[in-house]
């Protein structure tokens, strides 16, 4: 019988290296020890005794020279082992395949807008040509059709008046702020949020870096106050015994995307409560019970200057809470921004699909 075969797709496994074996788990181990070298190798141990990730041939003292022989480590003046700069790139690497899957590098790294003209990506639209338009952005399948219908065959020939162009797509930059919640909520009732909170932000960073290389990303920390920290900051992040300064936040990153002179800026919030601290006068004012209207009604300023700047607040509530979400659709109506309730799982896919998305303007 002629015809074809079908059988099921078995996918060979990647085979991995003691070495690469481990190295992920000690990574992830990095993240929720927010980088503490000597307790994730003891977290590390204890999960080699119950799961046997090591046997004679290669130890957990084999795995530890080979860090700092591949050089993923290093020592500070002080002594203490440390990610190095080799180290924290991985990290960042490792969190954005775990997060929003492997993605191609883009030798523009540049989002698309909705304007045509002559841009630096082709859209799927086409117009007559043009004086002055370039020769590359020519359809000549389209072009060709056009002169055989207008000339016919036997005499073929091509006017200008049959030429075609692919409309373009105009690439914009964007200026990005990420604020991520550090008050001691993060951690409350047994649940684990700064941790994929973290691993967020390290994915965006290395998606920004590799896919969108014109773009800037900084980020800003809140808890009871708000300070900017680096990229390479980013997996040493812990939370404090702090309350919910979201003023203080939502100002620092005003701030910096003032000095940005992009038209393009955003700004991400995660965050898993309502505000609980404002700065009066010099000092703290704090209500942890929150729904404080004093503390509400700065935050929900803030929100309308950021309308009134054009800059969208995409906020991504990790908590469930009917009276915390009532906030949120309060605030984001004063941005009229967005927000989502999500899952710890569900963080990761919202910001990437968002970013992607987010509308840019032209001036």
């Known amino acids: ?41 003891r977290w590390l141990e204890q999960l080699d005794q119950e799961y046997q990730l090591t046997d004679d041939d290669y130890t957990l003292e084999d795995f530890r020279k080979e860090l700092e022989e591949k050089r993923y480590v290093k020592q500070n003046e002080a002594g203490e082992k440390l990610l190095s700069s080799k180290g924290e790139q991985l990290i960042r690497s490792k969190a954005l395949e775990q997060i929003f899957g492997k993605l ?25 040509f043009q004086f002055g338009d370039s020769a590359e952005h020519i359809a000549f399948t389209e072009s060709f059709k056009n002169a055989q219908i207008n000339h016919g065959i036997d005499q073929f020939q091509m006017l200008e008046s049959d030429l075609e162009v ?4 105009h690439s914009a930059q964007m200026s990005t702020v990420m604020m ?9 009732y047994g649940e684990d949020r700064i941790t994929p909170a973290k691993k967020v932000a390290m994915a965006l960073a290395e ?7 014109k773009d800037s990303l900084e980020v800003v920390v809140f808890g009871n106050d708000a300070w900017e920290v680096k990229l390479t900051d980013l997996p040493y992040l812990s939370v404090g015994p702090y309350h919910t300064n979201t003023v203080a936040g939502l100002e620092l990153a005003m701030d910096l995307l003032k000095r940005r002179r992009n038209p393009n800026r955003q700004i991400f919030m995660i965050t898993d409560g309502k505000p609980t601290c404002i700065i009066e ?4 004012y704090q ?8 503390i509400l009604n700065r935050t929900i300023n803030l929100a309308r200057q950021c309308r009134k700047l054009n800059i969208p607040i995409t906020t991504f509530m990790i908590a469930k809470d009917p009276y915390l979400q009532q906030f949120v659709e309060e605030f984001t109506e004063a941005n009229n921004g967005k927000a989502f309730y999500s899952d710890l799982k569900g963080l990761g896919e919202f910001i990437f699909t968002d970013y992607e998305k987010n509308k840019k303007k032209r001036f």
């Open 1 to 41: 019988m002629i015809g074809f075969r079908f059988q099921e797709f078995l996918e060979e496994e990647k085979k991995q290296s003691p070495f690469e074996r481990l190295l992920e788990i000690f990574l992830e181990l990095m993240t929720h020890t927010s980088g503490d070298y000597e307790e994730s190798f």
């Open 104 to 128: 191609k590098r883009s030798g523009r790294g540049n989002h698309k807008s909705n304007y045509f003209g002559q841009g630096e990506e082709d859209s799927a639209d086409r117009r007559p």
């Open 207 to 213: 998606l920004i870096r590799r896919k969108y290389p």
């Open 287 to 294: 209500n942890s019970w929150g729904q404080d209207p004093k």
């Open 180 to 188: 991520i919640d550090i008050s001691h909520s993060m951690i409350l």
């Open 166 to 169: 692919n409309e373009q797509f």
């Open 281 to 284: 006068n010099g000092e703290y």
